[in-house]
């Protein structure tokens, strides 16, 4: 009982801020889903119309299009390249912490510094279309066409997201002990093979883990698309949390915008309990 109270002693204030900064804003978010809340005028109880309508638009029906493209263009990269990288950089070499900070140094630039760097270099004139006239090919619309404007800003979270995950993995090689390996070496298997047969149903978990953070990450992200396309060209780089965005702070509608969250909010539920079922069944 005395440590129960010391306990909960110490997590109390952080309780607190929980609740204050992240419970208490979703519960009333929830609530101006069911309204018409707009900040001048009195608030109206409209039930699920909010939703209804939300259905109905086809404007959300492109931005959760392009949620879904940019999220298959980005979560696979992150789940899979970083293993790579962390296995490259978890050999015992000279100035290996050189190489993970080096790989790790886009996390810590700021996500508008990395925007404007990247909208730079994406530029007509910018530096990847001088690469390609030195090949005698024509320069790329990188971020003014429709068709590439969704991969160009993947290219750009890849860039920054891979160090980041590359740590998780990283953790999870160097607690895999040396002596399975060894085995594996004795019984001739490969660099490949040993981790494929080893490495990868070791690291599942924190591949699970990696999966829905990069889920999550890429089915919020905003930042990109508000500093370097904003939504544009044509809404192809909308996404439903800039939809939101524009909903709420630019047309003022905050029950709709609270209503496009929420669906958001399922639909992030749905693809992690589907991940989680999947490994689980795997296992």
């Known amino acids: ?3 129960t109270r010391h306990a909960w002693f110490f997590l109390t204030p952080t309780l607190l801020l929980l609740f204050t900064f992240s419970l208490l804003p979703a519960i009333m978010a929830f609530f101006l889903s069911f309204t018409t809340y707009n900040i001048f005028q009195p608030t109206q109880w409209v039930g699920v119309d909010n939703y209804i309508a939300a259905f109905k638009d086809p ?3 492109n931005a959760m299009t392009n949620t879904f493209y940019y999220w298959i ?3 696979p990269a992150l789940i899979i390249f970083p293993i790579f990288v962390a296995i490259l950089v978890n050999q015992a070499l000279i100035g290996i912490k050189i190489y993970r900070l080096v790989f790790y140094f886009p996390v810590l630039v700021s996500v508008v510094v990395t925007a404007f760097l990247w909208q730079w270099m994406f530029q007509s004139d910018g530096i990847f279309n001088y690469i390609l006239s030195l090949f005698g090919l024509d320069p790329v619309k990188w971020l003014i066409s429709k068709n590439m404007v969704m991969p160009s800003l993947a290219i750009v979270t890849i860039w920054q997201g891979l160090g980041y995950y590359m740590l998780f993995y990283l953790a999870g090689l160097q607690s895999v002990s040396q002596d399975l390996y060894e085995a594996a070496e004795l019984d001739g298997a490969g660099f490949f093979r040993k981790h494929f047969s080893i490495t990868l149903p070791l690291l599942r978990p ?4 990696v999966a829905v953070m990069s889920t999550m990450s890429a089915f919020k992200e905003f930042t990109l698309m508000l500093t370097m396309t904003e939504g544009g060209p044509l809404k192809a780089s909308t996404t439903v949390v800039y939809m939101v965005f524009e909903k ?3 047309n003022l ?3 709709y915008a609270s209503a496009i969250s929420f669906i958001l909010f399922a639909v992030i539920l749905i693809l992690s309990i589907i991940n989680r ?3 689980e069944k795997e296992d």
């Open 206 to 209: 924190i591949i699970f883990f």
């Open 253 to 255: 509608e905050m029950g």
């Open 277 to 279: 079922s999947l490994i």
């Open 1 to 3: 009982m005395y440590k």
């Open 73 to 75: 263009l980005v979560t």
């Open 248 to 250: 709420a702070f630019v």
């Open 59 to 61: 404007n959300f029906w």
